[in-house]
């Protein structure tokens, strides 16, 4: 853990000012306030444009339908617990030189952006690096800042590598693109854009700052947690105690959220859904089968960790493993125990229905999501397309379901299963193995049709067969392992 220096004061607010000695007894204080030096007169009106909709009148003019420069220091005052004297006073100043988010106080976050992500797994990635870390330790930071909100909320981040992340972190200077410029070093060390598409979601990051992992310089990860703050919705606190405190602070780097914070991203999100301990293992004994009692979900850690569990569909999405049951999805992190779950429209919310098949593409960063004779494609967490039917793959019209599908990286081939049958299909000439569909259990010695879901995995693949999976070599082509179905959620 790091602990970071206070960076309290001592810095210009914008590049081209420069701290002017502070009075240092009460006399000179009241000289300062009533008589505040030109640049701090100029740096204060930008400050207060920049983050408190100051608008300045136009030399020589007054318009009095507009709030007054002191009006509007008297809001930032007010926002940061100083006095409300409307005067530049020393501690005024210092709070206005302090490195802070470049996100405004007072900004009415509907007009520019939305309230809240219309989705509970969000996707990230990071376009441009910093030079000051090497790119592994920025990803653990990014990974570790957006920890923080998944803890508190049921919401998931998938990194994704394609530019069309709904979160996309950037470590840019100066002019970069949006409204927005950085200011060199210190003064502002980065924005985001709230909940939306496009630019909506997207953190910058002055590169102009010196980012660390401890408490020389900026801590990126501190810095990170606030700006995904914003990115899911949230404005900034007057609390000194919460993460979207605006100014750069010295804080833990541990339970980084205040009670505030929770409060705020459950007000937007809900509660995280909360895991079971593997020892929270239970007799199956309900009235009647939770998993077919209609759209409400009475689905418990207890129904999870059940040794009758089954999928209908597995797949792996870039990092993760996303598990279907129902109109239910788990989505479990490869390096992390942690698993989001909860209905599938909370994660994608076009797709309210049974999955019964389900792979993914690496090269394309897509998924493919079965129902019946119908399929979508999801990329990000974006369902791209509206249903198609599956004779796209060149299935025969007989064909009325998917019971299982994989795709094998190595191979570019796209297996899928039905009833006895499985086909092969070629990914990179769109197009269906010629000898397909054969039967399963001769290319598959051990494995009887039909089977419930199929994914592959550390270089095997793994069938699941009711509440069993089966661990298969396919190069020894036999079965080498043979666990419980509900192992894979932690059980
Ligand atoms: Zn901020
Ligand atoms: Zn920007």
Not at 87 to 114: F, K, Q, W
Not at 193 to 205: E, T
Request: with cysteine; charged share 20%; net charge positive.
């Amino acid at each position: 853990m790091h602990v970071l220096l206070c960076l309290v004061c001592v810095f210009s607010l914008f590049g081209q000012y420069r701290l002017t000695p502070l009075p240092q007894d009460e006399h000179d204080q009241s000289i300062h306030a009533t008589k505040p030096a030109q640049n701090d007169l100029s740096m204060a009106t930008k400050y207060l444009q920049h983050f408190y909709s100051f608008q300045a009148d136009p030399a020589g003019r007054r318009r009095r339908s507009r709030p007054s420069f002191s009006s509007k220091l008297k809001d930032m005052q007010s926002f940061f617990g100083l006095n409300r004297t409307g005067t530049l006073n020393p501690a005024t100043l210092i709070v206005m030189r302090t490195p802070r988010c470049g996100v405004s106080d007072v900004e009415d976050y509907s007009h520019r952006r939305g309230n809240k992500w219309k989705k509970n797994l969000i996707t990230y990635g990071v376009g441009q690096y910093t030079g000051h870390l090497p790119v592994n330790i920025v990803d653990s930071l990014i990974s570790s800042a957006l920890d923080v909100w998944a803890k508190a909320s049921p919401l998931t981040f998938l990194r994704s590598y394609s530019h069309e992340a709904d979160i996309m972190v950037e470590f840019v200077r100066n002019d970069h693109g949006d409204s927005f410029p950085f200011d060199g070093p210190e003064g502002t060390l980065a924005h985001a854009y709230g909940p939306g598409a496009g630019i909506g979601g997207d953190v910058h990051f002055d590169e102009a700052e010196s980012w660390t992992v401890g408490s020389k310089g900026f801590n990126l990860y501190l810095v990170a947690a606030h700006e995904f703050g914003h990115a899911l919705g949230l404005k900034h606190s007057q609390n000194p105690e919460s993460v979207m405190y605006p100014t750069y602070k010295n804080r833990k780097t541990y339970n980084v959220l205040s009670s505030e914070d929770i409060i705020n991203i459950n007000t937007l999100y809900g509660p995280r859904n909360k895991r079971p301990s593997p020892s929270s293992r239970f007799i199956w004994s309900y009235p009647s089968d939770p998993w077919h009692s209609g759209s409400n979900f009475p689905v418990s850690l207890k129904e999870t960790c059940n040794p009758d569990l089954t999928f209908d569909a597995v797949t792996t999405v870039g990092e993760a493993l996303f598990f279907f049951r129902d109109k239910y999805l788990w989505i479990k992190h490869n390096n992390q125990n942690d698993i989001k779950e909860g209905p599938i429209s909370n994660f994608m919310p076009n797709v309210d229905c049974k999955i019964d098949a389900a792979y993914w593409v690496p090269q394309r960063a897509t998924a493919y999501l079965f129902n019946g004779t119908v399929f979508w494609t999801v990329k990000g967490s974006q369902v791209k397309s509206r249903a198609r039917n599956i004779r796209t793959f060149g299935f025969p019209s007989w064909v009325q379901h998917i019971d299982a599908a994989v795709h094998i990286h190595r191979t570019a081939h796209t297996l899928f299963f039905t009833e006895h049958l499985y086909w092969r299909y070629n990914e990179h000439y769109k197009s269906m193995n010629d000898s397909s569909p054969r039967n399963i259990s001769e290319d598959f010695p051990g494995i009887n049709g039909p089977i419930n879901a199929a994914v592959y995995k550390d270089g095997s693949l793994h069938f699941f067969v009711g509440s069993d999976v089966y661990k298969y070599d396919t190069k020894q082509k036999e079965i080498i392992g043979v666990y419980k179905t509900m192992s894979w959620l932690g059980c």
